[in-house]
């Protein structure tokens, strides 16, 4: 148990601030200071604080569920803007949808879509997601997740890095639905 | 790939039996035999003790060539029979080779072939995005298919029932509870306690292997890095290699080594994920969160030396898209002697905590005997001692010129696959600094050659999962024809279904992350 303590204090706290200092191709430091700022307060007032998402992959290669997955590491720790992952679409604000929707996904997504009560946001997230990607339109896939449900935002990247998707999300909420 | 001594000796035994005709391939041991014996060789393969590896089949003109691919000591043997369009069949393996079992019925919905015999022979890949007699890989079948509106579920699947007293079924996903891949299970229990699970998969097909027709090399390598994403260099580099192979090119020894650093980064990368989740699965979150803090500062390292944090595209047909720096040679060693005292801090947290050794000892337990029967590869295997590793039994550029120490363990259970991760982990770390060492000057990439219309590869790594195998033919004018990846997944994936036997329903997320087998890998 020591160990686990020492551990965890010589680790110290690792969050970062939403600064672009290590990712400097990602953009401009102040402006996604001040999104950041400006988004928490919509999320305070429209959603009392916080809002839940509900992540469906609809057929990606699981490369963009592994920097979704980083979302919630402690140096993005997404959680402390009030943005957190749920179990259950009825639970959701927010699908965050990635992967060219697969045929065989499209139904599953319908259903989750309907599942989700409104009002309802939906991110098409990845290139897949956005345009398809490299799978495109075939006797498989559908394509883009706009050919299935209604999008509200797309976060381009392939995948894109958890950076881009807090932009993304973020960015989403100062949409007037 | 060369096979080592055993070929001629199993073919002098089995030569009363079988004709087989060596047939003459760069790079690849090819056996072609009459479809009618295609069973009667999977029987003395296997009293050879031969592994099944890989199946496959390619339409060309109007025969289709089934293939299948089998492992001993190193030494890989890629069997082929040709049978003709109009009676498509032949006996199956799989009533010998229980990991044939998919693949044959994969083969059997996509290309319309019948395997007489089969012990199973329900649809696998197929639900209801194309209809019944309609099979996608043939040549005549338009990629664009003949699609309705809204695809149906597929509601009729015929799933395997139970009956009794206090039997119950509980059926899960296809959409999942966490962050996850969509696949459905399906649960028969008593009380809390598994009776049965069966796995249908099938969900996240997209079509990779008809896409993949008419691509030009380096289109295939994007399409190749994107089979599985948690798999980007593996995939690829096993479908460059095979490309490779077939156009005759051969990669700069630089190009080489900077491949061997790319796929053990992501070993690496994928491990410590994975040790963290399965310690989040039981509710130990310092590990947890120590490891995914590694695994975003490992993963910073790649995007700024190598452009991408899970290194996407970095390896192309001919060699590599990416340089190595002095200064990023250095910046990965330092970085690799701060991790190692890292995990040994963090692993000794771990070893010595009750409520970990509780959850992951002894559960999610998978025989040396059942993992052999399904030929289970990567850390799966290796923790059910099963000896196994590409990159030391047919070592291929640049681990022919290091000694790759291959963990093994028995015990079989959760635990075990967690130290195999961690000793892997430990082994890639040492790997890469040897590469590093022996990097000189010289070439990224070589020219490519137009391959001959017809001509074939064979490209077997070991990615972090286990052994890939990938199969590539050309057509005319530097296009592909049949591109198809054997992700370590498909092999593994019947495992879980006997792993999980005899342990708790709560316990299934964390048996399941301890194999972690690719969806996207497993349905194509």
């Known amino acids: 148990m020591l160990r686990i303590f020492k551990k965890i204090l010589t680790t110290g706290i690792v969050t970062e601030r939403i600064s672009m200092r290590s990712h400097a191709e990602h953009g401009n430091e102040d402006e996604l200071e001040a999104l950041g700022i400006q988004i928490k307060r919509h999320i305070d007032k429209r959603f009392s604080g916080s809002i839940a998402i509900r992540q469906v992959d609809a057929g990606s290669c699981n490369g963009c569920e592994l920097e979704i997955h980083a979302l919630n590491n402690p140096f993005y720790d997404i959680e402390r803007f009030g943005v957190h992952f749920v179990a259950s679409p009825r639970h959701a604000d927010v699908l965050l949808v990635t992967g060219p929707v697969s045929r065989h996904m499209q139904t599953a997504l319908l259903r989750t879509y309907e599942a989700t009560p409104n009002p309802k946001w939906v991110v098409a997230a990845g290139d897949c997601a956005a345009c398809g990607g490299e799978f495109g339109v075939s006797y498989a896939s559908c394509g883009a997740v706009s050919n299935v449900i209604p999008v509200d935002a797309v976060i381009p990247g392939c995948p894109p890095t958890p950076v881009a998707l807090m932009k993304g999300l973020l960015g989403l909420m100062t949409v007037e639905k | ?524």
């Open chain 2, 1 to 524: 790939m060369s096979s080592s001594n055993w070929t001629a000796d199993f073919l002098s035994r089995i030569s009363a039996d079988i004709r087989v005709d060596c047939i003459d391939v760069p790079s690849i041991t090819l056996w072609q035999i009459e479809s009618r014996t295609w069973r009667r060789f999977a029987e003395l393969a296997q009293q050879q003790n031969l592994r099944w590896a890989a199946g496959w089949a390619e339409q060309l003109d109007k025969q289709f060539f089934v293939n299948s691919c089998f492992e001993k000591q190193g030494g890989y043997v890629l069997l082929r029979t040709i049978i003709d369009e109009t009676n498509p069949e032949l006996p199956s393996q799989a009533t010998v080779y229980p990991a044939a079992n998919r693949s044959e019925r994969h083969t059997q919905d996509m290309f319309g072939i019948r395997f007489i015999g089969h012990p199973d022979n329900r649809r696998w890949t197929r639900h209801q995005a194309w209809i019944e007699n309609n099979y996608p890989l043939r040549k005549d079948f338009p990629v664009q298919g003949a699609p309705v509106g809204i695809t149906a579920p597929d509601m009729h699947y015929p799933f395997i029932k139970s009956h009794g007293a206090g039997v119950y079924e509980i059926p899960v996903g296809p959409v999942h509870a966490g962050i996850i891949e969509p696949g459905h299970f399906r649960f028969q229990a008593v009380g809390e306690l598994i009776l049965n699970l069966e796995e249908r998969l099938g969900y996240v097909h997209k079509g990779i292997e008809k896409i993949a027709e008419g691509r030009t090399p380096e289109s295939l390598a994007k399409l190749a890095g994107r089979v599985s994403g948690d798999t980007t260099v593996g995939h690829c580099w096993a479908a460059c290699m095979a490309m490779e192979q077939a156009a005759g090119v051969e990669i700069p020894p630089r190009a080489a080594l900077i491949r061997g650093i790319l796929a053990e980064r992501e070993r690496v990368a994928n491990h410590m994920g994975d040790i963290g989740a399965i310690c989040n699965d039981v509710a130990f979150v310092f590990a947890q969160m120590q490891f995914t803090r590694l695994r975003e500062l490992w993963l910073r390292t790649n995007a700024t030396v190598f452009g991408h944090r899970l290194l996407m595209d970095r390896i192309v047909p001919g060699g590599v898209d990416c340089d190595l720096p002095d200064a990023s040679c250095r910046l990965i060693k330092k970085e690799i002697a701060e991790l190692r005292t890292e995990l040994t801090e963090v692993i000794l947290a771990m070893d010595l905590n009750s409520s970990l050794e509780d959850r992951l000892y002894t559960a999610g337990f998978l025989s040396e005997q059942t993992a052999a029967a399904f030929g289970a590869v990567g850390y799966v295997g290796r923790a059910s001692g099963q000896d196994r590793d590409v990159r030391r039994d047919a070592p291929y550029a640049p681990y022919d010129r290091v000694t790759v120490k291959v963990a093994l363990e028995n015990q079989g259970d959760i635990a075990s696959r967690v130290w195999i991760r961690y000793k892997e982990i430990r082994t890639a770390l040492r790997l890469i600094e040897n590469f590093i060492d022996k990097l000189a000057t010289g070439e990224l990439r070589s020219e490519w050659r137009t391959p001959e219309a017809g001509s074939e590869g064979l490209g077997i790594v070991e990615g972090w999962r286990g052994e890939i195998i990938s199969h590539i033919r050309f057509d005319a004018d530097n296009k592909i024809a049949r591109f198809y990846p054997r992700d370590p997944s498909q092999l593994n994936w019947p495992a879980l279904e006997k792993l999980v036997l005899n342990n708790i329903v709560p316990d299934f997320p964390v048996c399941n992350k301890s194999l972690n087998g690719s969806y996207s890998g497993n349905d194509l």
